[in-house]
């Protein structure tokens, strides 16, 4: 069984970094194919993604943060880590890490499946 | 970027009824489109993936169609539980991207 699990800090100040780690378990992230992804919400709002990265170290970004994205992964500990700097009032939003498996069958799979709980982030002086 | 328009944004309907939600790409996503339901306070649920193939678990009234860029998800009789947001995912060209979102509420 999959599941993955975000934290990190609750409350960030306006142009402090953010960090944010998934811990998951069921996969790992050395095995061909295998990829994780962060996506976010804003409270009341659609679904934004942000970043990916795969077993082989290919990342991809959102060119709209590309600038303040950073995202690493830790096979040994099962985690991936997303930072985020100069955060703003705007980047308030629920932040979800997502399991992927570009090697799943075929027929169009390979979407994000499953997601971890999510973790609330509130910036704010 | 692919812009996924979804319609409606909102929709208001009785236990029993058949619903359809649609997703519009902007560009061609082949079958890399996915379906996700979202309960308030909690994480999305893929139901359909690679535009008709039914999650595991996820019971048959729920189905996906569609093609290149017009794809819909298609709810036969409304249960109680699939009251919840629904969004479309396309996953074919970086920056991958998500509908709007379609609020079903019980009418």
């Known amino acids: 069984q999959i599941t993955l699990k975000e934290s990190g800090p609750t409350l960030v100040k306006p142009t402090q970094t953010l960090t944010l780690t998934c811990t998951f378990s069921?996969?790992?992230?050395?095995?061909?194919?295998?990829?994780v992804g962060w996506i976010r919400q804003p409270p009341g709002k659609a679904l934004e993604w942000l970043a990916l990265i795969y077993w082989d170290d290919d990342k991809r970004f959102s060119p709209s943060l590309k600038s303040r994205l950073t995202i690493t992964k830790d096979t040994s500990k099962n985690q991936v880590a997303l930072v985020m700097t100069n955060m703003d009032p705007v980047d308030t939003a629920t932040y979800y890490c997502?399991?992927?498996?570009?090697?799943?069958?075929?027929?169009?799979?390979?979407?994000?499946?499953?997601w971890g709980q999510g973790a609330l982030v509130t910036v704010s002086s | 970027d692919i812009q996924m328009t979804q319609s409606p944004s909102s929709l208001s309907a009785s236990v029993g009824d058949r619903v359809t939600i649609t997703c519009r790409a902007s560009?061609?996503?082949?079958?890399?489109l996915g379906w996700y339901q979202q309960k308030p306070g909690k994480a999305p649920k893929r139901l359909i993936y690679g535009v008709s193939s039914l999650q595991s678990g996820v019971p048959s009234r729920f189905s996906g169609s569609g093609s290149g860029t017009e794809f819909t998800l298609t709810i036969s009789g409304l249960q109680p539980e699939d009251f919840a947001t629904y969004y479309c995912?396309?996953?074919?060209?970086?920056?991958?991207?998500f509908g709007q979102g379609t609020k079903l509420e019980i009418k």
């Open positions: 069921g996969f790992s992230l050395s095995t061909s194919g295998v990829g």
């Open positions: 560009q061609d996503v082949r079958k890399d």
């Open positions: 995912l396309q996953h074919n060209t970086y920056p991958y991207t």
């Open positions: 997502a399991h992927r498996n570009l090697y799943c069958g075929g027929g169009g799979c390979t979407s994000f499946d499953p």
